[in-house]
């Protein structure tokens, strides 16, 4: 069966039935008055999830869909009859969205869920209900509303709870295969698988999920290179992700550590969501020797990121059990701690390098503070000033001398003027005996 998960198709509800106009005719009756029915109602366009169908192929060469009119109302008093609702029955995981107007208007994932997409038009009324006391007898009736009409998209996103991710060839149709009675197409050339496969998982104690094999993504797969992105659709409802590394590539530029880089690139252009899913990483085909020498070098690789490596051969079914006793755990408990390693010590000297740089340079800091006394070399100095200031008492006691010397000084002048009076005084005493003379 072939394999389609899109398709675009076009849907229109039933049309309402018109209202009859029509009066009663009995014979001895006279003017018996109107009597004409309501038309009946149009179907609807109603979308039923079906388990049993895996694929949107029934509607790939089937595109339009139309509901049934409703019958136009009748004499008599006798309504139209509605017509039946159209029923399209589709996959579990589907998503309807209008073309037009790309809205989302259902997602599907649960068994016998229904949802109406165009509900059917209604009939319209006969001249019996327009009857009053003063108009006893309408000759006009009402007609029926036409149904609603769109294009539609119809996505299919399997429901899974487990998804396989990997480089073409890397192993992921043998997987599902030895866990599950899935049986796709297994051959040693890329691009094996061209569309999603579902297995179910029979795990311990009753416990069972479900697994799909998605098509290999290749570098460049954002860009339409290989199948792209067509099909990642499908692991979007996926809790948990296998990602399977080739151990044995061969080529140019094929590396294990390489590819997963290159992968989730891919997925985080698609999604981010996605790309940050718990993944369980499985180095898978450790049964040919080139794959056990790259064995090492990969498991020091992803132990400095931290992540965990789940060595397995899908050809000879060795380490399956831990890699499905890590993924129920994941699945059905949500703890991760399986998935992550600690690092090295080394890796983490390296990480607290950066860290002990920073408290080195502290102290340098600390010396920087301890020498700022020592460019406050003026506060020394100050003691020096204050001598000065000390000294300068001493040179006042000087000028507190130099006073004294013209302090001796004065009592001199201070005679000589007691003597000049002495003078004056003869003078005057000179001056009587002058006068005598005369």
Known sequence: MKFVDEVRIHVKAGDGGKGAVSFRREKYIDRGGPNGGDGGNGGSVIFVVDPQLTTLLDYRYQQHHHARNGEGGMGNDCNGRSADDLVL???????????TTDELLADLDTEGQRVVVCKGGRGGLGNMNFATSTRQTPRFAQDGTPGEERTLRLELKLLADVGLLGFPNAGKSTLISIVSRARPKIANYPFTTLVPNLGMVQYKDGLSFVMADIPGIIEGASEGVGLGHQFLRHVERCKVLIHLLDMSAEGEGRDPIRDFDVLNTELRTYSAELAH????????????????ARLEPLMKEMRKRGIAVFPISCATGSGMQPLLDTVAEVLFTGRTDKLHV????????EKKAPAKQVVAKAPAKKAAVKKAPAKK???????AKKAA???????KVAAKKAPAKKAARAPVKKAAAKKAPARKAAVKKAAPKRARRS
Do not use: F, H, S, Y
């Open 89 to 99: 029955r589709v996959p579990v995981g589907t998503l309807i969205r209008d073309d």
């Open 277 to 292: 899913r718990p993944q369980v990483v499985a180095a898978n085909k450790l049964d040919l020797p080139e794959a056990q």
């Open 342 to 349: 600690e690092p090295p010590p080394k890796a983490r000297v």
């Open 377 to 383: 070399a003026p506060m020394k100095k100050a003691p």
């Open 389 to 395: 200031a000390k000294k300068a008492p001493a040179r």
